[in-house]
């Protein structure tokens, strides 16, 4: 399974996803590269910034009602 499929099946299956959490569960240094092919693929990612400790972070998520059948 590519670091893309692992990102898709935890945005859709297991909910938002950090760019720390990408790096420490699919060893992925870009995840806002990848989150970059999901979106050119059709999944709609939504983008927010959290801020914690002094530092900024985006935080990535599925928007509205998820289609597992699409993406599953």
Same mark, same amino acid.
């Given at each position: @399974?590519?670091? =893309? /499929?692992?990102? &898709? !099946?935890?945005?859709?299956?297991? *909910?938002?996803? =950090?760019?720390?959490?990408?790096?420490? &569960? !699919?060893?992925?240094? &870009?995840?806002?590269?990848?989150?970059? #092919?999901? &979106?050119?693929? *059709?999944? /709609?990612? #939504?983008?927010?910034?959290?801020? *914690?400790?002094?530092?900024?972070?985006?935080?990535?998520?599925?928007?509205?009602?998820?289609?597992? #059948? @699409?993406? *599953?």
């Amino acid at each position: @399974m590519s670091q =893309t /499929d692992a990102i &898709r !099946y935890h945005l859709l299956h297991l *909910g938002p996803l =950090t760019p720390i959490e990408a790096l420490e &569960r !699919y060893h992925c240094f &870009r995840l806002a590269a990848r989150i970059k #092919e999901l &979106r050119r693929e *059709g999944l /709609d990612v #939504e983008t927010e910034i959290v801020k *914690g400790e002094g530092k900024r972070g985006a935080r990535y998520r599925v928007a509205g009602p998820v289609q597992r #059948e @699409m993406f *599953g």
